[in-house]
Nanobody, 116 residues
Framework: QVQLVESGGGLVQAGGSLGLSCVASGNTGTIYNMGWYRQAPGKQRELVATVDVSGNLVEDESVKGRFSISRDNEKKTVYLQMNSLQSEDTAVYFC??????????WGKGTLVIVSS
């Protein structure tokens, strides 16, 4: 069974930095896409950034220049380095993976709180 486990959330002051990581385990096969979504209180889940197996990135405009996504295919791990954090970045961050046959998996989420 495929599992995604996030780590690295927490409380940070505005302007600060935080790093998230997510490890996939189980019989994943090729992970075609990995990345991060977030859901703020009272809002829908939204894309933060994803990176496919070839290294192609998709990033939301709101995080460009502040967040950096990367992945290690051998370790089945995706990272999100978040800099210049703002109160609007407060959310639960979910790890996402797209495997063969279009199967999607989600982590349970890690909470990021940015205090102003």
């Amino acid at each position: 069974q495929v599992q995604l486990v996030e780590s690295g959330g927490g409380l940070v002051q505005a302007g600060g930095s935080l790093g998230l990581s997510c490890v996939a385990s189980g019989n994943t096969g090729t992970i075609y896409n990995m990345g991060w979504y977030r859901q703020a209180p009272g809002k829908q889940r939204e894309l933060v950034a994803t990176v496919d197996v070839s290294g192609n990135l998709v990033e939301d405009e709101s995080v460009k220049g502040r967040f950096s996504i990367s992945r290690d295919n051998e370790k089945k791990t995706v990272y999100l380095q978040m800099n210049s954090l703002q109160s609007e970045d407060t959310a639960v961050y979910f790890c996402y993976s797209l495997l063969a046959m279009g199967k999607q998996y989600w982590g349970k989420g890690t909470l990021v709180i940015v205090s102003s």
